[in-house]
Nanobody, 115 residues
Framework: QVQPVESGGGLVQTGGSLRLSCAAS????????MGWYRQAPGKQRELVAS???????NIADFVKGRFTISRDNAENTVYLQMNSLKPEDTAIYYC?????????WGQGTQVTVSS
């Protein structure tokens, strides 16, 4: 059973940076995708960025140029480097892992950006 576990959230001022990590326990199939979604109060969950084990990235327009996604395949870990944070980035950030056997969500980590 794959279980993603997020870490690295917190409170930061506008313009600051945070780095989120998500480590997925268990083994993943030969093709898999790891990514980050976020959900702000009263809004739908939305894709922030994803990356395949082959390094193909998909990054939402609203974070392009500010956020970077990377991963360590050997450790089944995905990172989200968030720079130039804005108050509208405040949300719970969830890690999602997809492989041939299923879809797995982490519990989420809170990111709060103060103005």
């Amino acid at each position: 059973q794959v279980q993603p576990v997020e870490s690295g959230g917190g409170l930061v001022q506008t313009g600051g940076s945070l780095r989120l990590s998500c480590a997925a326990s268990g083994s993943l199939s030969s093709f898999n995708v790891m990514g980050w979604y976020r959900q702000a109060p009263g809004k739908q969950r939305e894709l922030v960025a994803s990356i395949t084990n082959g390094g193909i990235r998909n990054i939402a327009d609203f974070v392009k140029g500010r956020f970077t996604i990377s991963r360590d395949n050997a450790e089944n870990t995905v990172y989200l480097q968030m720079n130039s944070l804005k108050p509208e980035d405040t949300a719970i950030y969830y890690c999602k892992v997809v492989d041939a056997r299923g879809i797995y969500w982490g519990q989420g980590t809170q990111v709060t950006v103060s103005s």
